[in-house]
């Protein structure tokens, strides 16, 4: 057996073991990416919405395991502007409540 054929049988095993995507079951995130849109951390937001875009584009295009894959990236970005910009506006509030005088009641 030379190289070239263990290597085929490898691929073909992997490509018999994954089963096929369903083109349904592909989500983009698109919803999630333009709501942290409206967090203060806008350069990881902006990023996240550029690949759920990119996302939608390849499933639109056939191309299911890149949907996939730039929907991870874009959830992630999303949930981690989130969080990120939750923090802040948490911070905000803490930091202008601090410096608020107090009524003498």
């Known amino acids: 057996m030379n190289s070239r054929e263990s290597t ?8 018999a073991t994954n089963p096929p995507l369903d083109r349904s079951k592909v989500k983009d995130y698109l919803l ?5 849109c409206f967090c203060p951390v806008w350069p990881i937001n902006i990023v996240g919405f550029v690949y759920s875009i990119m996302s939608k584009n390849s499933l639109e295009q056939g191309n299911l395991d890149g ?10 970005l999303s949930m ?3 969080v990120g910009g939750t923090i ?11 410096e608020c005088p107090k009524s003498d009641l």
């Open 80 to 82: 981690v502007s989130l």
């Open 32 to 36: 999630l990416s333009v709501l942290a």
């Open 8 to 15: 085929g049988g490898v691929r073909a095993l992997a490509i």
């Open 88 to 98: 802040i506006i948490i911070a905000c509030i803490v930091n202008l409540a601090s």
């Open 67 to 76: 949907a996939v894959r730039l929907g991870r990236v874009a959830k992630m």
